[in-house]
């Protein structure tokens, strides 16, 4: 099968939607498939300004394909995701598959609800713009596709309410995890004593705020838990680095400072899982989160994970067996469960354990082989 995977998004491995993608093609290679990359890049560089660049990315992603088309021959299947994909046509590719990392109206109602926190500033002029500008080309790339790959349940639910697919046209894929890193996890037992990791940029949407509220909460009650937030933003230039870190300083109580290490994103893969193994508990609060490959990462180290319940991992999870979870939003429900795993060792191994298990069974390869019974399914209906 010949494959093209297009997304308009930075050839960056170090960010969550390159990443999988990267892994993907990969893994679908490894079964013998042919497939090709099409990241920001192939795409081109015009235009520079991001929300531009949001409202023609469709446009460019068809240019693109069809040069490729043309220099390389056609695809049997072209798996676009978010936007990209609305423009392309049976002359592009025998099937066009519409995916999604985490249905961009979900993503943009909770960003609406942290403006009605007063987490954030969103003025009317956005508020208009990225509704019209965008998510109405996600629906469009939905509707026009043969079929949807999505992370989670609430993602094919809200597909199939909008009337943009039937059930049967909708597969429910989640990421993977390496094998091989499957493979080097430490043992049960092996020494950690890192305290809490929090891994992903310094948003709102990874509810940060309530993670700070939560740490003072822990603090104040005596728990004194180191805490490493890793990849909260880029490490250069110095300055920023800096002007970043003293925000995120900001928003933590003065008595949680002290506990706290700050690390900018990194390429180095091997420094990130190092951290997975080094550390006691993984916290990932978020309030908007389409898959939080971390929290699958993590479990496949046999760190044990504290989760917001409606991230797309949770499905793949059971709650007290291979994860704890939490309400998003609940800063006192969120140092309650990190204070009781954080005094109960025998527990958090058990959960590291479990979770170990359950990530043995998401494997790239597991994964890939499951999309490829997604792209027969859509080559079915041609």
């Not at 050839?11 to 990359?37: F, I, N």
Request: charged content about 25%; aromatic content about 8%; glycine content about 8%.
């Amino acid at each position: 099968m010949r494959i093209l995977l297009l997304s308009d998004e930075p050839r960056d491995d170090s960010m969550g939607g390159p990443k999988v993608t990267l892994k993907l093609q990969r893994a679908l290679v490894a079964l013998g498939h042919e497939c090709d990359l099409m990241f920001q890049p192939e795409l081109g560089n015009w235009p520079h300004s991001a929300r531009l660049r949001l409202a023609l990315a469709p446009w460019l992603a068809r240019r693109a394909s069809r040069r490729a088309r043309r220099l390389r021959g056609g695809y049997d299947v072209i798996d676009a995701s978010s936007a990209e994909g609305w423009m392309l046509s049976r002359r592009d590719a025998r099937a066009i598959i519409s995916r999604s990392h985490g249905l961009e109206h979900r993503y943009y109602a909770e960003l609406l609800n942290d403006a009605r926190a007063g987490l954030l500033h969103k003025p009317w002029t956005h508020r208009w713009w990225f509704p019209v500008a965008r998510l109405s080309q996600v629906g469009l790339a939905v509707r026009r596709s043969r079929r949807a790959i999505v992370l989670s349940r609430a993602d094919r639910d809200a597909i199939i309410a909008r009337g943009w697919r039937g059930e049967k046209e909708v597969d429910i894929i989640p990421h993977g995890v390496d094998h091989a890193r499957w493979e080097q996890a430490p043992a049960g037992d092996a020494p950690r004593g890192a305290g809490l990791l929090f891994c992903g940029w310094w948003t709102t949407s990874k509810g940060v705020h309530y993670l700070a509220r939560a740490h003072e909460l822990l603090v104040a009650r005596g728990h004194m838990i180191p805490l490493t937030l890793l990849g909260i933003g880029v490490g250069s230039p110095h300055e920023a680095w800096n002007q970043l870190r003293e925000r995120v300083l900001s928003q933590f109580a003065p008595a949680s400072r002290p506990l706290l290490t700050l690390l900018p994103r990194t390429h180095d893969e091997d420094a990130v899982f190092a951290a997975y193994r080094n550390h006691d508990l993984l916290v990932c609060p978020s309030t908007s989160e389409g898959f939080g490959l971390v929290v699958m990462e993590a479990l496949s180290q046999r760190l044990p994970v504290i989760c917001s319940a409606t991230i797309g991992a949770a499905d793949w999870l059971r709650d007290g067996v291979d994860a704890t979870f939490v309400p998003a939003r609940d800063a006192e429900a969120l140092a309650q469960a990190i204070a009781g795993l954080w005094s109960d060792p025998r527990r958090r191994r058990a959960l590291g354990e479990a979770g170990h298990e359950t990530a043995g069974e998401l494997t790239w390869e597991e994964i890939a082989r499951r999309t490829v019974e997604s792209y027969n399914r859509c080559a079915a209906t041609v």
